[in-house]
């Protein structure tokens, strides 16, 4: 069965950083596209970033650009995202997901909250 | 970036009619389009890809039409468990991938 663990989502002032992981199993992980979408408390989805089977290709949304990064362990089947200099808008439930070939999102996690406040 | 408006924002249906949804891209999207429906407190699950091929395990009454820039999910007769919020999202043009900001179906 496929699994996506989102975990590392807290509360933290604006300013702060946290790093997110999804702990991935029941498929060959190092054979997906791997991507965060997050989800503002009543509001839409949103891709945040996406990262190639390698990890040789990475992208982001604009407005996290600099801010955010995404990256992967395909020896230990484990996605990440390091979230720095967090601004409140940033404000979010994470979740984890793969891809075939940089193409639609399947989610299997729950997702992690992420509080952005002072 | 591609721009993704959904139709209607809200769709109010009884239960066993049908539901008509409507997504449309700012310019084509080839057949590069997906849908997910999204309950409270739930993860998206993934309905349909390639514009109309249904994702494992997705029941015959979703279908999707449409290529280019005008898109339709279908809900041939609508069961309880599909009161939810539908997206579309492109993946042809990227970065970013794009979504639609949502159908929500309630029942009527």
């Known amino acids: 069965e496929v699994q996506l663990v989102e975990s590392g989502g807290g509360s933290v002032q604006p300013g702060g950083s946290l790093r997110l992981s999804c702990a991935a199993s029941g498929f060959i992980f190092s054979s997906y596209w791997m991507n965060w979408v997050r989800q503002a408390p009543g509001k839409g989805l949103e891709w945040v970033a996406s990262?190639?089977?390698?990890?040789?290709?990475?992208y982001t949304v604009d407005s996290v650009r600099g801010r955010f990064t995404i990256f992967r362990d395909n020896t230990k089947n484990s996605l990440f995202l390091q979230m720095n200099n967090l601004r409140p808008d940033d404000t979010a439930l994470y979740y984890c997901?793969?891809?075939?070939?940089?193409?639609?999102?399947?989610?299997r996690g729950r997702g992690t909250l992420v509080t952005v406040s002072s | 970036e591609i721009v993704m408006t959904q139709s209607p924002a809200t769709l109010s249906v009884s239960p066993g009619e049908r539901a008509t949804l409507s997504c449309r891209a700012s310019q084509s999207v080839s057949n590069k389009l997906a849908w997910y429906q999204q309950k409270p407190g739930q993860a998206p699950r993934l309905l349909i890809f390639a514009a109309f091929t249904r994702a494992t395990g997705i029941p015959a009454r979703f279908s999707g039409s449409g290529s280019g820039t005008e898109f339709t999910l279908t809900i041939s007769s609508l069961q309880s468990e599909d009161f939810a919020v539908y997206y579309c999202?492109?993946?042809?043009?990227?970065?970013?991938?794009?979504f639609g900001q949502g159908t929500t179906v309630e029942i009527k």
């Open positions: 999202q492109q993946y042809n043009n990227w970065p970013p991938w794009t």
């Open positions: 990262i190639k089977q390698d990890g040789s290709e990475k």
């Open positions: 997901a793969r891809s075939w070939s940089a193409g639609y999102f399947e989610y």
